[in-house]
């Protein structure tokens, strides 16, 4: 069965560091991975995802995320945090032998302090 | 640039009460789904739906959820007997194609309380 894991509830950064919010998997067969991000009262939105290809990804707003397969890692990065950056971010798989449907990591709060 | 958008916002019901999320799916999108998220849970799959009916559905999605797109535009999902354990924020999504690398572009929600 599918399954992701984010190990951080919660993770704190000052503005201007660089951020890492983690993400692992487990799949059956090969992995399709995404980012998304939720704003206080909106909708989960789409930051970047992993298909095949070049391990690291660019997604939006600066973000990028790294593809590991050795050790079924999927860690969002951004190379200087903003305050703007605040907000719960879900990590997502699917897998080719499996249905339509994400399976979601359980959210980690990321709060970027002056 | 397109979006997902889903009414009501926030919907209060009695349990047994019956409710209707509306959700309008990005105009040229093909896939349909519900998704919901129980307050301080992680968000899980309901339901897919393609070419009017249902493609997958969760063990979640029982007897009592209905899903439908009774025009062009509208994707629904109706609760016939609300429980209490129903309360939570539900997230329609779309997509061109149901393909496992195809992105889902999530609405805004509906958060439901059942009292």
């Known amino acids: 069965a599918q399954s992701v894991a984010q190990p951080e509830d919660q993770v704190n950064v000052a503005e201007g560091n660089p951020l890492t919010v983690k993400c692992t998997y487990s799949?059956?067969?090969?992995?399709?991975l995404f980012w998304y991000v939720q704003y206080p009262n909106r909708g989960l939105q789409f930051l970047l995802k992993y298909i095949t290809g070049d391990n690291l990804v660019k997604g939006s707003y600066g973000f990028e995320a790294e593809f590991n397969k050795s050790q079924t890692s999927f860690h969002l990065k951004k190379p200087s945090a903003l305050v703007s950056d605040s907000a719960l971010y879900f990590c997502?798989?699917?897998?080719?032998?499996?249905?339509?449907?994400?399976?979601f990591g359980p959210g980690t709060r990321l709060s970027v302090l002056p | 640039e397109p979006e997902v958008t889903q009414t009501p916002s926030h919907q209060v019901t009695q349990m047994g009460q019956e409710v209707i999320l509306r959700c309008v799916p990005i105009s040229n999108h093909l896939y349909f789904y519900w998704y919901r998220q129980i307050l301080g849970q992680k968000v899980e799959f309901l339901v897919s739906?393609?070419?009017?009916?249902?493609?997958?559905k969760s063990e979640i999605f029982d007897d009592q959820f209905s899903v439908e797109r009774p025009d062009g535009s509208n994707f629904t999902l109706k609760i016939r007997s609300t429980k209490l354990e129903d309360s939570a924020m539900y997230f329609c999504?779309?997509?061109?194609?149901?393909?496992?690398?195809?992105?889902?572009?999530f609405g805004p929600g509906t958060r439901l309380l059942v009292l």
């Open positions: 739906f393609y070419n009017n009916e249902i493609s997958e």
């Open positions: 999504a779309s997509s061109t194609q149901g393909a496992q690398g195809e992105t889902q572009y």
């Open positions: 799949v059956s067969g090969n992995p399709y």
């Open positions: 997502a798989v699917r897998d080719n032998t499996y249905g339509q449907n994400f399976v």
